[in-house]
């Protein structure tokens, strides 16, 4: 398409201006062409000044000014109107919408912020619940592992007539009483009678807790070992089985 050159337009290029809005939509576009080309080093360096320049280069600034602007069909009519002059009314116009660029920038960085904050915020909440929801879930599965480590050496205990060491087991570790309370309730510390001696009743519930003592860490041994096989059930490799082991006793301690 063929483009007129500078040296056809008049030095009274406003008066040119107008008579070309009068030329329909043809002569608008060759206006608004002239406005742009004539214009735009000038508002480059108005816009290196202004605010929005924090946002946008100058370049920017001036070519979307020239798009959202310039290039409307009623920009220059609403110039003819203002009553002033086409440069003071082109830096106005720009300066315009550099703040509106700039209030939109804005408005789209503290939208940016607040999304990144509620992301975060979102990301901790969901990490905080998938947490306590693993914690959950592995210490019902500890729970459910020892369950059953128990009762099969319960059932083994009961079965050799060895009832009582597990009940032994069963107060002391599992329900946190002390030796001296079992024994007392078993029996085993009362038998002298009232003649007794101090001192030999002492030594009568001495051995008693010893004897509990021995036989919860015997219960002990083998609730280990039920326990390790009862994770090599599950399916756990035998290299992590003892850390897996220690896993599963520090859950239910938790």
């Not at 816009?47 to 798009?67: D, H, K, N, W, Y």
Request: glycine letters at 6%; hydrophobic letters at 45%.
């Amino acid at each position: 398409m063929h483009r007129e050159s500078h040296s056809q337009f008049p030095s009274t290029h406003a008066t040119w201006i107008v008579e070309s809005l009068a030329n329909g939509e043809r002569g608008l576009q060759l206006a608004q062409l002239h406005v742009m080309e004539r214009y735009r080093d000038a508002l480059i360096a108005y816009a290196t000044a202004l605010p929005a320049r924090a946002v946008a280069e100058p370049a920017e600034l001036v070519s979307g000014f020239f798009t959202r602007r310039v290039a409307t069909e009623g920009f220059l009519t609403a110039w003819r109107a203002s009553g002033l002059s086409l440069r003071r009314y082109l830096m106005n116009g720009l300066s315009l919408d550099a703040r509106t660029v700039l209030r939109s920038e804005r408005r789209e960085a503290e939208r940016r912020r607040r999304f990144a904050t509620e992301e975060a915020a979102e990301a901790r909440e969901r990490a905080r619940r998938e947490a306590d929801a693993e914690a959950a879930f592995e210490g019902a599965w500890a729970r459910a592992v020892v369950g059953e480590a128990c009762e099969r050496v319960r059932a083994e205990l009961v079965a050799a007539g060895d009832a009582k060491a597990w009940e032994a087991f069963e107060a002391h570790v599992l329900r946190g009483e002390p030796y001296a309370r079992i024994a007392a309730a078993r029996g085993g510390a009362g038998a002298a009678g009232e003649e007794t001696r101090a001192v030999e009743k002492l030594m009568a519930e001495k051995l008693a807790v010893e004897k509990l003592a021995v036989e919860v860490r015997r219960v002990g041994r083998r609730m280990r070992a039920a326990l390790r096989d009862t994770l090599a059930e599950e399916g756990i490799a035998p290299g992590e089985v003892e850390r897996e082991l220690r896993v599963v006793l520090a859950r239910l301690r938790a």
